[in-house]
């Protein structure tokens, strides 16, 4: 798990420098300020991607030579360091593709099969194999199938909220 | 008298609304179910309820999310005590003692003992803050430019410095949340800024989306790692309540622990737990039984809960008064009363404020309805713990992108959500703080328009700042705060080299 934590220390740096590299030109297009008017518009984003390149690599530098040290990187860590990487890496990212499939499948077919294709589909993910029987996915579909006709009424027929 | 008056009329105004008690009283059970389940959190609950709100009016609605806060904090102490799982993170330390107490047997009186601390906590912390409110607000529309942009870079601050040893991230963490605020037409010239000529960029990153995102889905998934045993309903339910001689003996804790947890909800980004550690390190310092602490002490279990519950008036006040949000529950808050068309900030008395005495009133019937939800509802509760994981997550995730979605049915806010969710859940294995981000995020355009106001005012002379003795002495703060946590941690180390360390730092 502190693996999965280095990780994810160098990607976020990665993403960060990334963004930088990208924003660091509109940001110097932009005026910073004049001595009588005090900031301009510039100021604050040219700010922020000088501060966030610097602490970006001071920040992985740090979580590097940490987990050299110790075997783990600094910081308080959210999740349980006992739990298998496998499965917060597995899960975590299946859900998050299966959030995004669910928004396309949205744009696509609508809300209600979308909605359900990722209640049953996310409901299983998270049910250990082993418990994949009929006497476990049956419900998982029928919850799926009602809560969504559920959501799907409340916010049209009571909040006015068009869920196509 | 100004206050008792207005408090009164506003009372009788609640109290004569039928339909508003019954959603102050679905507020609380819905606050007491988030939390109860541990993995679901106040913040969570607020997040997903505040589109529920949108056809109810202001002062209902925002009464409804401050009564779903005030439950969740009374409900925590639930699974703390039966399951040695603290619900929300406030309820951390009520394990200390409540568990040891269910282990003996007793369990139904630690949540007794809860129960009435919570209600006790939160009545104190209302006291102060229909108290404090009022006068903070008259005196904060003295302020100017300068102090503004001073006391919300003294905000960012604290909130990046609050974890000793993690002042790099918590730093990188604020300006990731400026950057986010960033995004948009730039509010005094309309020049674009980081928009790619893009429409939907040119709109800038919405609050609500961000926060959610960045808030609640990578709580959700985090929740999904989470072990949990199964809760079992003590067998005698009688008599849990402590009588009133019982009382008395923890009545001064009560009532100083409500009180810490005031200051500290005041402070932002500290919350609930920091509060309970507070008021339960200062309990078993002043109690003769305080050897017995961490051993099923009721004095324990009391402390730990008024604070927690006194930090929900603590929060407001700064949310009430200057815009800034006492932690991430207020900090959802905010978005609600943006939404809902109040402008919180010294002049929200002034333009709404009846209907800020209206959610006065309704904070002190909230914390009223906690025993009588508390009482009733203890076995239904319970139960909600044993609702399996796999259906109850992905369906909060539904609600999270619906949620986003109803605010103002635009995709893009969804997709803007997603992305932020997925940078929180890397940054949360990471271990940067998410805290600090939503901070930048709510609290960067008030720092650069006030910033550049007051350089407008000065001729963009930068001394304003030093030689307002207002602004000044609130920067001279958040230079302190920076670098105090750090300081007292090191002289901490050096120090318990050579002295055994307290029952407390060995528990947690």
């Known amino acids: 798990m502190q693996q999965i934590r280095l990780v994810a220390s160098f990607a976020m740096t990665l993403i960060l420098i990334g963004l930088v590299v990208l924003l660091w030109e509109p940001s110097f297009a932009m005026q910073a300020g004049s001595r009588t008017a005090g900031l301009g518009s510039g100021a604050l984003p040219r700010f922020c991607i000088v501060a966030v390149g610097v602490l970006a690599v001071a920040v992985l530098i740090r979580d590097v030579i940490s987990y050299r040290r110790n075997g783990a990187i600094k910081g308080n860590a959210e999740i349980d360091t006992e739990t298998d990487p496998r499965r917060v890496l597995g899960i975590g990212l299946a859900t998050l593709v299966l959030l995004a499939g669910f928004l396309i499948g949205w744009q696509l077919l609508g809300f209600l099969p979308s909605s359900m294709a990722f209640l049953a589909t996310t409901s299983m993910l998270l049910l250990p194999k082993v418990r994949w029987t009929r006497h476990m996915l049956l419900p998982v579909l029928m919850i799926s199938i009602l809560f969504s006709i559920g959501v799907w009424a409340i916010f049209v027929y009571l909040l006015q909220v068009p869920l196509r | ?508």
């Open chain 2, 1 to 508: 008298m100004d206050i008792i008056t207005n408090l009164l009329s506003a009372l009788g105004d609640v109290l004569s609304n039928p339909w508003g008690m019954v959603l102050i009283l679905f507020g609380v059970v819905v606050g007491f179910i988030f939390g109860a389940t541990p993995g679901l959190t106040a913040t969570m609950g607020v997040a997903l309820f505040i589109p529920l709100t949108f056809p109810l009016p202001a002062d209902l609605a925002i009464a409804t999310m401050i009564a779903l806060y005030c439950g969740s904090m009374a409900g925590g102490a639930i699974p703390a005590i039966l399951l040695n799982i603290p619900g929300t993170p406030s309820a951390v330390v009520t394990t200390l003692d409540g568990y040891p107490m269910a282990k003996n047997g007793h369990a139904a009186k630690a949540y007794g003992w809860a129960l009435i601390a919570s209600i006790v906590g939160g009545l104190v912390s209302w006291l102060v803050l229909i108290t404090l409110a009022p006068t903070l607000a008259k005196l904060a529309l003295k302020l100017g430019p300068a102090e503004y942009a001073a006391i919300a870079f003294l905000a960012m601050t604290i909130i990046a410095s609050i974890v000793p040893g993690q002042l790099l991230k918590g730093a990188m963490a604020v300006v990731i949340g400026l950057g986010l605020s960033v995004v948009g037409l730039d509010p005094i010239t309309g020049e674009g800024r980081w928009t790619f000529g893009t429409l939907n960029l040119m709109r800038g990153i919405d609050m609500m989306p961000a926060l959610i995102g960045l808030l609640v889905i990578p709580e959700l998934l985090a929740s999904m790692f989470a072990r949990y045993g199964l809760a079992k309903l003590p067998y005698d339910l009688s008599n849990f309540l402590p009588t009133l001689k019982e009382w008395s003996g923890q009545a001064v804790n009560n009532l100083r622990s409500a009180l810490i947890g005031v200051a500290v909800g005041i402070i932002p980004a500290l919350g609930g737990s920091v509060g309970s550690l507070i008021a339960y390190d200062q309990a078993k310092r002043l109690d003769k039984d305080g050897h017995l602490y961490g051993k099923g002490a009721p004095g324990g279990i009391v402390a730990s809960e008024a604070a927690n519950n006194g930090v929900t008036g603590g929060a407001l006040i700064p949310l009430f008064t200057l815009g800034i949000p006492g932690d991430t529950v207020t900090a959802m808050l905010l978005g609600g009363l943006t939404i809902h068309g109040l402008q919180p900030g010294p002049r929200l008395f002034e333009t709404s404020g009846l209907i800020v005495w209206h959610i006065l009133a309704a904070v002190l019937v909230a914390n009223l309805l906690i025993i009588v939800v508390g009482l009733f509802g203890f076995r239904f509760f319970i139960r909600v713990l044993d609702v399996p994981r796999h259906l109850l997550t992905p369906a909060l995730f539904v609600l999270a992108v619906v949620g986003t979605y109803a605010l103002s049915n635009q995709v893009f806010d969804v997709v803007i959500m997603l992305v932020l969710g997925t940078a929180g859940f890397l940054m949360m294995l990471a271990s940067i703080p998410v805290y600090p981000a939503v901070i930048g995020v709510i609290l960067g355009p008030l720092l650069e328009s006030e910033l550049r106001r007051a350089l407008v005012i000065s001729g963009g002379d930068w001394s304003t700042f030093v030689t307002r003795p207002g602004a000044a002495t609130i920067i001279a703060i958040a230079i302190i705060a920076l670098f105090l946590p750090n300081l007292l941690a090191r002289l901490k180390g050096n120090r318990k080299g050579s002295k055994p360390t307290s029952n407390l730092e060995q528990n947690l």
